[in-house]
Nanobody
Framework: QAQLVESGGGMVQAGGSLSLSCAAS????????MAWFRQVPGKEREFLAA????????KYDDSVKGRFIISRDNAKSTVDLRLTNLKPEDTAVYYC???????????????????WGRGTQVTVSS
């Protein structure tokens, strides 16, 4: 089972930027699609972005397209999320996740991911 550890969260003013990173260990990182989700209390976990095992096949939710950038480094077993032009509604706990099946097409569905980090808090003030 892979272990995922997020870092880089914090507090920022609206319009600011943050960089999140997720370090993976366990199963061979380069075989699996990776994704970032976020969640606020009382709401379902929300898909943000996914990147295919090779670094291609990138997907974004429309709410973050053009503002967030996902990338991965298979040599370092990390997946990053660059957040720009942040808005107060981006405030949430951000999670990285590893897709259950190796290779294939990145999914937007949380149930397709079987390894999750503990999350990192992002707070955007107005």
């Amino acid at each position: 089972q892979a272990q995922l550890v997020e870092s880089g969260g914090g507090m920022v003013q609206a319009g600011g930027s943050l960089s999140l990173s997720c370090a993976a260990s366990g199963r061979p990182f380069s075989r699996y699609n990776m994704a970032w989700f976020r969640q606020v209390p009382g709401k379902e976990r929300e898909f943000l972005a996914a990147v295919g095992w090779s670094g291609e096949r990138i997907k974004y939710d429309d709410s973050v397209k053009g503002r967030f950038i996902i990338s991965r480094d298979n040599a370092k077993s990390t997946v990053d999320l660059r957040l720009t032009n942040l808005k107060p509604e981006d405030t949430a706990v951000y999670y990285c996740a590893r897709q259950r099946e190796s290779y294939g097409v990145p999914s937007r569905t949380p149930s397709q991911y079987d390894s999750w980090g503990r999350g990192t808090q992002v707070t955007v003030s107005s």
